[in-house]
T-cell receptor, first 114, second 110 residues
């Protein structure tokens, strides 16, 4: 089984541009989580989605950030009008619909804002 | 939300020694999980302990859970250089978001 796939692995944007990060969960997983990690720090929860539903977006900044997980296709984390402070590694994780909820992580997308 | 916090923040040991990391959390939990992250990589699940369990083993890993103190510990026995990584505890479960602590950076010196 392929693991959680994230792309792009590295993304460079200039201030004011948009960044789109994609995440394909493991086969059969219907839950997706997005986390942000700054260097030498832990993971900060951003958003938890199921197919076509946002379950918990309490960690998402209220402006410029949005996430979706459509019925078909990958989950997308979108950052509009990026600023230097958005530079970070963004990790996606997925879990199956049953069970205690072990998370399977992708390798992350590293966003650099110039 | 539940918050896991690990200590120490950083730990440096010699190969062959044991490494112990601790995690504290604030609210009641269904389970607690430990993850490892190698530099520049995604997190990998190590072990899950349920709230009604006190101790769990997996290979060289031993996890304990004390729900009365809201704390857990991860012991890595006979450490190897390949164990060098950051280790995170996480609380949460099905239908909930997962909250990770700041992690312990373990360095195992050859």
């Amino acid at each position: 089984n392929a693991g959680v796939m994230q792309n792009p692995r590295h993304l460079v944007r200039r201030r004011g541009q948009e960044a789109r990060l994609r995440c394909s969960p493991m086969k059969g997983h219907s839950h997706v989580y997005w986390y942000r990690q700054l260097p030498e720090e832990g993971l900060k929860f951003m958003v938890y989605l199921q197919k076509e539903n946002i379950i918990d977006e309490s960690g998402m900044p209220k402006e410029r950030f949005s996430a979706e997980f459509p019925k078909e296709g990958p989950s997308i984390l979108r950052i509009q009008q990026v600023v230097r402070g958005d530079s970070a590694a963004y990790f996606c994780a997925s879990s199956p619909s049953r069970g205690p909820g072990e998370l399977f992580f992708g390798e992350g997308s590293r966003l650099t804002v110039l | 939300s539940q918050q896991g916090e690990e200590d120490p923040q950083a730990l440096s040991i010699q190969e062959g020694e044991n490494a112990t990391m601790n995690c504290s959390y604030k609210t009641s939990i269904n389970n607690l999980q430990w993850y490892r992250q190698n530099s520049g990589r995604g997190l990998v699940h190590l072990i899950l302990i349920r709230s009604n369990e006190r101790e769990k083993h997996s290979g060289r890993l031993r996890v304990t859970l004390d729900t009365s103190k809201k704390s857990s510990s991860l012991l890595i026995t006979a450490s190897r250089a390949a164990d060098t990584a950051s280790y995170f505890c996480a609380t949460g479960g099905y239908g909930q978001n997962f909250v990770f602590g700041p992690g312990t950076r373990l360095s195992v010196l050859p």
